[in-house]
């Protein structure tokens, strides 16, 4: 991101510029969810097998799950 804004520090205030910035932006609201996604994606093959033996035994359904691991990593995500 450091990288991002060094490149876009000086850009003019014209059509072009703001077009720029949005560009720019952009670029670093996707790179953020994508490294958060990718994170996601790396955690749930290792959780697979428990996953689906607990819900067919009716512990607890798919929603549950998916709540109670948003809510429980939200304080990792923004420290």
């Known amino acids: 991101m450091v990288i991002t804004l060094i490149l876009y520090y000086d850009v003019s205030d014209d059509r ?38 607990e819900v067919n035994n009716g512990m607890y359904s798919v929603s549950s799950y998916f709540w109670a691991k948003l809510f429980t990593e939200i304080p990792i995500v923004v420290a």
């Open 16 to 53: 072009a510029g703001i077009m720029d910035r949005q560009g720019a932006l952009f670029f670093m609201v996707i790179n953020t969810a994508f490294t958060s996604i990718n994170n996601v994606v790396l955690v749930f093959p290792a959780e697979r097998e428990n996953f689906i033996r």
